[in-house]
């Protein structure tokens, strides 16, 4: 016998689970505590098997009807409605699977960056990306759809960020691929649409001129630790970052090793005082005996302190990443043609 509204509305068995019939295989199963679904027994490829139809009162008894009367089509094409349900709900959480959502995913698997590479990745996604395409879904992109913000970028004349979102695009949609999401990277065609900035080279010496540098370091008249720093610097050829955020704890005297860590606890209220190496990971320096010497003479300077490069000012704080310049332009070098901090390591090159 068919249910009526208000049988439906009434039925609370006070003991245990009851199923009361409406008719084509539908059933509404009630329990004590008063919840109710409607379920739809049917036979596929020789199994009986159930079908969920929703929950009483949301799914009322016209709407349960309906989602049978669908439910039995399908057999009749013989189509099996549970895996036509299944289907559908997979269809429906990948159209809900956005570029964003991918983005932050990809953002948080890399394990290895350090906190503040990774929140400046993000920010650039953010910035550049996300406005754009972050709401479209991963599968619906295509080449022309990612290359969008990225020559927006370009055309402002920002290259290298351009670039760089090349390349995060590239790697953002091959985790999708990796996770199953698509099958096909389309930011593989991206590569060569992005026009690449002109490297610039840093100020550095010829080699013939080294020993006039040298002569200059010995007669500077400054402040003793930085000289100590130039003399240093062309000893081990480390970044400026490197330099003036070293800390005593990172040097071996006894291996003769410097180790400088992927990142370096901040100092308060000094910043990018957390830089360590550049690839984020420890970078090994040899101490050649010399540069031990130089130490030794520095830690006479600065060995009570955290930092090997105490500010002029305050020990507390680092010596300026500027330092090394300003130290080059008072022996009477121009820093932006001739020389400059970062172009000892150009030297170490040649």
Request: aromatic residues 6%; glycine residues 6%; positive net charge.
């Amino acid at each position: 016998m068919a249910l009526s509204d208000v049988k439906v509305r009434s039925a609370k068995p006070e003991v245990k689970a009851c199923k009361l019939t409406d008719g084509d295989g539908m059933v509404l199963l009630a329990h004590p505590n008063g919840s109710k679904y409607w379920r739809l027994r049917y036979r596929f490829g020789g199994k009986e098997k159930m079908l969920a139809l929703g929950k009483y009162p949301e799914v009322s008894l016209a709407d349960a009807r309906a989602r049978r009367d669908e439910a039995r089509k399908l057999l009749a094409n013989g189509v099996d409605p549970s895996e036509n349900k299944k289907a559908f709900k997979v269809e429906q959480e990948q159209e809900a699977i956005t570029f964003e959502m991918v983005a932050r995913d990809w953002q948080a698997s890399n394990q290895k960056w350090s906190a503040s590479h990774s929140a400046r990745v993000l920010k650039s996604l953010e910035d550049n990306l996300f406005a754009a395409i972050g709401k479209r879904n991963i599968a619906e992109l295509k080449t022309r759809d990612l290359l969008v913000p990225i020559k927006a970028v370009e055309s402002s004349g920002r290259l290298e960020v351009a670039a760089r979102l090349q390349q995060r695009t590239t790697a953002i949609m091959r985790f999708a691929v990796q996770s199953g999401l698509i099958d096909y990277n389309p930011a593989q065609e991206i590569a060569g649409a992005v026009a690449t900035a002109k490297r610039q080279h840093r100020a550095a010496l010829e080699l013939s001129r080294i020993p006039e540098l040298l002569h200059r370091i010995d007669h500077y008249s400054g402040r003793p630790l930085t000289r100590l720093a130039l003399e240093l610097t062309l000893l081990v050829f480390i970044r400026s970052s490197e330099l003036c955020f070293a800390r005593w704890s990172e040097v071996d005297f006894e291996t003769a090793m410097w180790t400088i860590p992927g990142e370096r606890e901040p100092s308060e209220g000094v910043k990018h005082s957390q830089r360590g190496s550049k690839m984020r990971t420890p970078h090994l320096v040899p101490l050649s005996r010399q540069a031990l010497g130089i130490l030794e003479k520095i830690k006479s300077m600065s060995g009570n302190r955290e930092l090997i490069f105490v500010g002029d000012h305050d020990p507390r704080k680092p010596m300026s990443e500027n330092t090394v310049n300003k130290a080059l332009r008072v022996m009477g070098y121009d820093t932006k043609v001739e020389v400059c901090g970062h172009g000892f390591r150009t030297m170490a090159c040649s």
